[in-house]
């Protein structure tokens, strides 16, 4: 089973009780936007995509500060819940992340919270094109940062993650898709990678959506 197979049957299967753990999660969640709220250097920042949204904590955090937020995410079971919990407060489709179905520049952020760390680097190169291609000002990954340690093994063992090459590998594709990179520790294994998008309005990278299967 591929990746993204695997990944989808995993989280599909966790769904019901991923809400649970969420605790652990959220603090840190709520100062990484913060700190992309405080660093949009007076740009109004109004709306906001969440990539790989599973249940929806991510775009909940968002929504508490920005009017308007969709989350995206390709497990339906996962959707459920997330349409549950934020019911009236986020948007919420069933979208494949390499191949958004927004024109350019449909939000000012595009965000993604403990999903690219899951990726190969070509498949997380990809999504992070489109992140760059849907957002006018700003991207905001929240994933690990280099610390390594036994609950991190757990966890990337269980998901079949790729920590080390995402550790190596995210500084320069980040740079790659914007500029301004600033990495924010949030807790002992977690960060904020803030970044700004560079060029005019709806200039972001490729002007049109890549083709999908």
């Known amino acids: 089973m591929d990746d993204e197979r695997y990944a989808r049957c995993f989280f599909a299967a966790v769904a019901p009780a991923y809400p649970l753990v969420e605790w652990l999660f959220r603090a840190s969640y709520r100062r990484a936007v913060e700190l992309l709220v405080a660093g949009a250097g007076g740009v109004p920042l109004h709306s906001a995509l969440d990539v790989g949204t599973g249940t929806g904590l991510l775009a909940g ?17 996962m959707l459920r819940v997330a349409r549950r919990r934020h019911h009236g407060r986020v948007s919420f489709l069933e979208m ?10 449909s939000f000012d952020v595009a965000a993604a919270g403990l999903v690219l760390h899951g990726m190969a680097g070509a498949r997380r190169q990809a999504v ?86």
């Open 61 to 77: 955090v968002l929504a508490e500060r920005l009017p308007a937020v969709t989350g995206v995410d390709t497990v339906p079971a």
């Open 96 to 105: 494949d992340a390499t191949c958004l179905d927004f024109p350019p520049a």
């Open 128 to 213: 992070l094109e489109e992140m760059r291609r849907v957002a006018r000002h700003r991207l905001l990954v929240i994933d690990y940062i280099p610390h390594r340690n036994p609950l991190v093994q757990a966890i990337e063992f269980v998901e079949r993650g790729h920590y080390r090459e995402f550790i190596a590998e995210i500084p320069d594709q980040l740079r790659w898709v914007g500029t301004d990179l600033s990495i924010h520790p949030l807790n002992p294994v977690l960060g904020a990678y803030l970044v700004r998008l560079g060029g005019q309005e709806g200039d972001n990278g490729r002007a049109e959506r890549r083709e999908c299967p």
